[in-house]
């Protein structure tokens, strides 16, 4: 068992950075993947950024060249510079463990809105 923690959204203007972290507890020797998702209200959630085997980074177009991610051990985190007001969104800490079969695990989620 797994429990994610998500911290450090809030309100920014558009422009600017923010941070978010990803607490990771429990078995999470056995986690392949940690991510980040995002939902905007009214849409579908979508992946942002991963940190996979071999600490392997894939990052979503959207946010390409923006945002960057990193794991250290059970701490994921994402740094978001020049934010638009479309990035406002919950954004979700999501992590993938392998045993006999895949498990999902998914945080509580936490808000970021930039306003313009």
């Known amino acids: 068992q797994v429990h994610l923690v998500e911290s450090g959204g809030g309100l920014v203007q558009a422009g600017g950075s923010l941070s978010l972290s990803c607490a990771a507890s429990?078995?999470?020797?056995?986690?392949?993947?940690m991510d980040w998702y995002r939902q905007a209200p009214r849409e579908e959630r979508e992946f942002v950024a991963r940190?996979?085997?071999?600490?392997t980074v894939t990052i979503a177009d959207s946010v390409k060249g923006r945002f960057t991610i990193s794991r250290n051990k059970d701490l994921l985190s994402l740094h978001m510079n020049s934010l638009k007001v479309e990035d406002t969104a919950v954004y979700y800490c999501?992590?993938?463990?392998?045993?006999?079969?895949?498990?999902?695990?998914w945080g509580q989620g936490t808000q970021v809105t930039v306003s313009s």
């Open positions: 999501h992590a993938t463990e392998v045993t006999t079969r895949i498990i999902d695990y």
């Open positions: 940190v996979g085997s071999g600490d």
């Open positions: 429990g078995s999470t020797f056995r986690l392949i993947a």
